[in-house]
């Protein structure tokens, strides 16, 4: 019977790392952070590797349905609505700004499902970092609201 090796979700290299030692740990190739965590469905020694800024996004992402949701059904106003979406912005703009230095760093990115390498991953990364910074202002200028 052979063991399958574990695979980095962003850039699929063989993690080497002992990862149920420590439950947040970087990927050894392309720096970004995983985490190891139980599966939430099915057997309950299964563990599943999640990319903690694709955990970030999926918390920005039902963040904000929640506050769609919230301010449809209950008619506050726009002022609370944007103060809330800019602090789900403030989400947004970290996992920008930390995506887009590890790229510029490690000349690796991974955007929509295609990795990129070289200097097209760094071009790409600086954009990400320029829009993570924008973002961060926007929560600036809605939280002052």
Same mark, same amino acid.
């Given at each position: 019977?052979? =063991?399958? %090796? %574990? ?5 699929? @290299?063989?993690?080497?790392? @002992?990862? *149920? ?7 050894? /190739?392309?720096?970004?952070? +995983?985490?190891? &965590? $139980? ?5 309950? $020694? #299964?563990?599943? =590797?999640?990319?903690? #800024?694709?955990?970030?996004? +999926?918390?920005?992402?039902?963040? /904000? ?6 301010? %449809? +059904?209950?008619?506050? !106003? ?12 403030? =989400? ?14 490690? &000349? $690796?990115? *991974? /955007?929509?499902? *295609?990795?990129?390498? !070289?200097?097209?991953? $760094?071009? =790409? !990364?600086?954009? *990400? ?5 924008? %973002? ?7 939280? /002052?609201?």
């Amino acid at each position: 019977m052979q =063991i399958q %090796a %574990a695979h980095c979700p962003y850039c699929k @290299n063989i993690l080497f790392q @002992n990862l *149920k030692r420590h439950k947040v740990r970087g990927c050894l /190739t392309c720096k970004r952070p +995983l985490v190891i &965590a $139980r599966s939430p469905f099915g057997r309950p $020694r #299964l563990y599943r =590797i999640y990319s903690v #800024l694709d955990v970030g996004m +999926l918390v920005y992402a039902l963040l /904000t349905m929640a506050l769609i949701a919230f301010f %449809a +059904l209950t008619g506050h !106003g726009v002022t609370g609505f944007v103060k809330g979406f800019s602090i789900a912005l403030f =989400i947004v703009g970290s996992v920008l700004c930390v995506d887009g230095v590890l790229a510029v760093r490690t &000349a $690796r990115d *991974k /955007t929509w499902g *295609k990795q990129r390498r !070289g200097i097209s991953a $760094r071009t =790409i !990364g600086a954009g *990400k970092v320029i829009t993570g910074l924008i %973002a961060f202002f926007m929560t600036f200028v809605g939280v /002052t609201l």
